[in-house]
């Protein structure tokens, strides 16, 4: 079973910056792809980021490319998303999720089998 739990949410302005972290609790060595996921109201859920299993190829929505980078220390269990010169439409709920498979589902949010509940992210002006 992974139970995953994600911290570093707040509130920014605009050009700011957080580190949003993903702690993996897990009862094996497994190795996951994984992803970030935001959600803001009234939208749809959407990928921002994802990395595969070995955490050596990783992926990006073209809104954030550049200003967020994604990031999976598996000897720490720690997902991490460090997101920078934040703009107001990145405030959402972002979510953490891992794929219990050896693909990467990259954005395909119904092939991840595991969910964080989410940490707010809110960037005003």
């Known amino acids: 079973q992974v139970h995953l739990m994600e911290s570093g949410g707040g509130s920014v302005q605009v050009g700011g910056s957080l580190r949003l972290s993903c702690t993996i609790s897990?009862?094996?060595?497994?190795?996951?792809?994984m992803a970030w996921f935001r959600q803001a109201p009234g939208k749809a859920r959407e990928g921002v980021a994802s990395i595969n299993w070995p955490g050596n190829q990783d992926y990006y929505e073209d809104s954030v490319r550049g200003r967020f980078t994604i990031t999976k220390d598996d000897a720490k269990n720690i997902l991490a998303l460090e997101m920078n010169n934040l703009r107001p439409e990145d405030t959402a709920i972002y979510y953490c999720?891992?794929?219990?498979?050896?693909?990467?589902?990259?954005?395909?949010?119904?092939?991840?089998?595991?969910w964080g509940r989410g940490t707010q992210v809110t960037v005003s002006l």
């Open positions: 999720a891992a794929a219990d498979g050896w693909y990467n589902p990259i954005f395909q949010a119904h092939m991840y089998d595991y």
């Open positions: 897990k009862d094996s060595d497994k190795k996951y792809a």
